[in-house]
Nanobody, 123 residues
Framework: QVQLQESGPGLVKASQTLSLTCTVS??????????WTWIRQPPGKGLEWVGL???????IYSPSLKSRTSISRDTSKNQFSLRLTSVTPYDTAVYYC???????????????WGQGTLVTVSA
């Protein structure tokens, strides 16, 4: 049974870089054909797809966040990570990592989720 767990600072200052890691257990992040995804949900708002890194290491980013986003992986630790630069209070959200059945932005393909972690950006 695959499980995902987010980790990282819960508080980031504006203009700095948000860094989160998702540790995956029960399955390899290099297994065909899965994609390892970051999603966020600002307080009182809906889900926002951030980006993914696929089983082969390829990445796809949300067009609205692409200039500030980087997703990488450490296959030796079975982890993937999110970096979001130049954050503002608008980036305050619960950040989730999830596994998708394929490299897609379609939420219907998200089948395993982490519990989420709240990141607050202070002004």
């Amino acid at each position: 049974q695959v499980q995902l767990q987010e980790s990282g600072p819960g508080l980031v200052k504006a203009s700095q870089t948000l860094s989160l890691t998702c540790t995956v257990s029960g399955g390899s992040i290099t297994t065909n054909y899965y994609a390892w995804t970051w999603i966020r949900q600002p307080p009182g708002k809906g889900l926002e797809w951030v980006g993914l890194i696929a089983y082969d290491g390829s990445t796809i980013y949300s067009p609205s966040l692409k200039s500030r986003t980087s997703i990488s992986r450490d296959t030796s630790k079975n982890q993937f990570s999110l970096r979001l630069t130049s954050v503002t209070p608008y980036d305050t959200a619960v950040y989730y990592c999830a596994r998708a059945r394929g490299p897609t932005m379609n939420y219907r393909y998200l089948e395993v989720w982490g519990q989420g972690t709240l990141v607050t950006v202070s002004a």
